[in-house]
C-alpha cells in the first residue's frame, strides 16, 4: 500500500481505478512559411472554434454549477479575443514568417511570464488562463480536441495540474475524484471542484507513471489521502465510510433543491455555520441556502501573526464567489475567552467569558478591527456578504460600530477602492442584548442568537466547564423565552432574526423555532437536510395550537 497526503478540497471517498492525466503536449515546431496570410487565417478559423467551444463550456458549467463558477468561461473568451494577445500572434506569423503555432506558443509564453511577474494575486492567476487558451488553440490547429479522458469505467483522475477548463469538461459520471500535485486551494479550478462535488486533493506529491496508473485506490477527501492498493484492514474501514456517505447522500438525494417551506407555507432560511474556507464544500454539497456564521476568528487562529487586509481579503472574496449569489454573513473577530491568540497578547483574565473578548476588542483596539472590516467591505463588492457584530451588550457599542464603519468606508472611497453595501447585523447572545433588542433592531439589519453563549450567560454557567453539564440546559424556559422575545422585537422592527447556536441543530425543537417566527436557522452543514425534513413535514399553524416550548408555556 502506497498513501500519499495532499489538502482536501472536497470531501467524501472515491474507489477506483486511477487514470493518470496526460496532457496533451503540444510539440510546437518553428516552420518558416512566406504564407502568411495561410497562417493568419488558420489561426483565425481555430480561433473561431476555440470561441465555440468555450461558448459550449460556459453552457455547460452555467447549468451545471452556477453563474459565478461558469464566468471563467468568459474570461478566456475574452482573453481570445483581446487586442493585445491576437496583434502579437500576427505579428509573430507576419515578421518572423513562421507558422501559426509557433506563433501561438510565442505569445503564450510571453504573455504567461508577464502574468505571473506581476504582484496582483489575481493577474498571476491570470498566466495559467493564457496557457489554458493557448494550448486549446495549438489542439485545434493540430485538428485534435483538448483534454479529453478516454475512458469507459469511472476513475479517480491523477493530474499535475487541472485547468478549469479540464475540470469542467471532465464527464462527471466517469470521474470517481480528481487528485493533482499542483493547484491551489483558491483556484477555479478547486472552486468548480467543491461546486461539482467531486471529492478531491491538491498538492499531493506522487508520481505520474505506472507506479500508479491502472491502480487500485481510494481517495480519502476528508483526511486528504489516497490510499493505493490499500490493504484489507484499511479498504475494509474506508469501504464502510463510504457506505455510511453514501446513506447520507441518499437522504441528500431526495431532499436536495427543495424549498425549505411548511405544510402551511411558511419559508424559512437554512443556512450553514463555518470556520474556514475548506467547509464551503460541505456546505454546497448539503445543499445550504447560504451561511449564516463564518466564525472568522479562524483566520486568526490558524497565524502566528494578526492577518493582513489582503489575506483576509482573499478569504472572504472566495467565499461570497464560492457561493454564487448566496448570502454569506461574516462574524466579525470573536476572539477571547476559549479562544486565544498568543500575538493578540492578552492578560490573564479571572473570568474570561466576562472579560475582554469579541467586540470588546475591536472597539477598543480599532485598527485591527478596521483592517478586517476593510477586507469585508472591499470583499462585499464580489458577492452577497453581510457582516455580523458579535457579543453585543448595548446600543452605544452598535452606535460606535457604525461610526468605524463609516470611517472604514470613507477612507476606502477617498482611496477609489470598490466595496459594496453590505447587510449589517448583530448576535443577541447576552440576556442585555435581548433585553434591549426592540432598540437594537432600529439599527441593524437582522439579529442571529448565539444560543451557545446566550444559555451560558443566562443560566451563570461556564460553557467549558464539564462538570456543570448537569446544570446547563439549553431548553430551559428563560432560554427559550429570550429566543421569542428576539423574534419579537425583529418583527416589530421590520428585521428578520435567526439562530446560529448550537441549539439552531436541535431537531427536537425545529417545530418550536417555526412557531416562534424564527426566519432563518444556521447550522452545521450536515445537519441541514434533517432539519429540512422537519420543515417539510410541519403544519406551524397546527403545531402552535398545541402546546409548544417557547418558554411561556413549559
Ligand atoms: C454562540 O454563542 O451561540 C455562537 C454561535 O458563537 P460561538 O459559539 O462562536 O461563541
Ligand atoms: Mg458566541
Known amino acids: 500500500m502506497q498513501i500519499y497526503s495532499g489538502k482536501s478540497v472536497f470531501s467524501g471517498i472515491a474507489i477506483g481505478k486511477i487514470c493518470v492525466y496526460q496532457k496533451s503536449e503540444q510539440q510546437v515546431k518553428r516552420v518558416r512559411t512566406e504564407d502568411g496570410e495561410k497562417e493568419w487565417a488558420r489561426y483565425n478559423e481555430a480561433k473561431e472554434k476555440a470561441l465555440d467551444q468555450l461558448r459550449g463550456l460556459y453552457e455547460k458549467a452555467l447549468k451545471e454549477v452556477g453563474e459565478a463558477n461558469a464566468a471563467i468561461f468568459e474570461v478566456h473568451q475574452m482573453m481570445l479575443e483581446d487586442d493585445d494577445y491576437n496583434e502579437s500572434i500576427e505579428n509573430i506569423i507576419r515578421t518572423q514568417k513562421v507558422n501559426a503555432e509557433y506563433a501561438v506558443a510565442s505569445t503564450s509564453d510571453n504573455f504567461s511570464t508577464m502574468f505571473s511577474s506581476m504582484d496582483d494575486d489575481y493577474m498571476k492567476e491570470r498566466a495559467a488562463d493564457v496557457k489554458d487558451i493557448s ?33 469542467v469538461q471532465l464527464e462527471k459520471d466517469k470521474v470517481l475524484s480528481f487528485v493533482t500535485v499542483h493547484g491551489s486551494v483558491n483556484s477555479h479550478t478547486a472552486i468548480l471542484a467543491r461546486t ?174 478596521k483592517t478586517q472590516l ?84 443566562t443560566l451563570a454557567i461556564d460553557r467549558q466547564n464539564p462538570k456543570l453539564d448537569l446544570f446547563y440546559n439549553a431548553h430551559h424556559p428563560a432560554v427559550l423565552s429570550m429566543i421569542k422575545m428576539t423574534v419579537e422585537n425583529a418583527h416589530k422592527a421590520g428585521i428578520w432574526a435567526g439562530i446560529c447556536g448550537e441549539l439552531g441543530a436541535d431537531t427536537s425543537l425545529t417545530k418550536d423555532f417555526l412557531a416562534m417566527g424564527v426566519d432563518e436557522l444556521s447550522v452545521s452543514p450536515g445537519s441541514i437536510l434533517p432539519i429540512r425534513k422537519i420543515i417539510l413535514e410541519t403544519n406551524v399553524e397546527e403545531y402552535k395550537r398545541g402546546n409548544y416550548a417557547d418558554g411561556e408555556t413549559l
Open 374 to 457: 476593510r477586507a469585508l467591505f472591499r470583499a462585499s463588492a464580489y458577492g452577497n456578504l453581510a457582516i455580523m457584530y458579535p457579543m453585543i451588550t448595548s446600543l452605544w457599542e452598535v452606535k460606535r460600530i457604525k461610526e468605524i464603519v463609516e470611517e472604514v468606508k470613507a477612507e476606502l472611497t477617498a482611496e477609489e477602492i470598490e466595496f459594496g453595501n453590505p447587510q449589517q447585523g448583530i448576535m443577541i447572545e447576552t440576556p442585555a442584548a435581548v433585553m434591549v433588542s426592540g432598540e437594537l433592531a432600529k439599527e441593524v439589519d437582522f439579529f442571529s442568537i448565539g444560543t451557545n453563549d446566550l444559555t451560558q450567560y
Open 135 to 167: 494550448e486549446r488553440i495549438l489542439s485545434l490547429l493540430a485538428g485534435g480536441e483538448k483534454g479529453k479522458v478516454v475512458t469507459d469505467e469511472p476513475v479517480i483522475i491523477v493530474a499535475d495540474d487541472l485547468a478549469p477548463s479540464e475540470t
Open 196 to 369: 461539482m462535488a467531486i471529492p478531491a486533493l491538491i498538492g499531493t506529491e506522487m508520481p505520474l507513471d505506472e507506479r500508479v496508473d491502472g491502480k487500485f485506490a481510494v481517495v480519502d477527501g476528508v483526511n486528504g489521502k489516497i490510499y493505493v492498493e490499500p490493504d484489507e484492514e484499511t479498504f475494509a474501514e474506508l469501504k464502510e465510510r463510504q457506505r455510511e456517505e453514501l446513506e447520507k447522500k441518499e437522504l441528500l438525494l431526495q431532499l436536495k433543491g427543495k424549498e425549505n417551506i411548511t405544510l402551511d407555507g411558511k419559508k424559512i432560511m437554512l443556512y450553514a455555520n463555518i470556520g474556514n474556507i475548506k467547509d464551503l464544500a460541505t456546505v454546497v454539497q448539503n445543499d445550504a441556502g447560504g451561511i449564516g456564521l463564518f466564525r472568522s476568528e479562524f483566520i486568526y487562529l490558524e497565524k502566528e501573526d494578526y492577518p493582513t487586509e489582503e489575506e483576509q481579503f482573499k478569504i472572504y472574496k472566495t467565499a461570497v464567489e464560492t457561493m454564487a449569489g448566496k448570502r454569506v454573513i461574516i462574524r466579525t473577530l470573536d476572539i477571547g475567552a476559549d479562544k486565544q491568540c498568543d500575538y493578540f497578547k492578552m492578560e490573564k483574565e479571572e473570568n474570561p467569558a466576562l472579560g475582554y473578548r469579541a467586540i470588546r476588542i475591536c472597539l477598543t483596539q480599532t485598527e485591527i478591527f
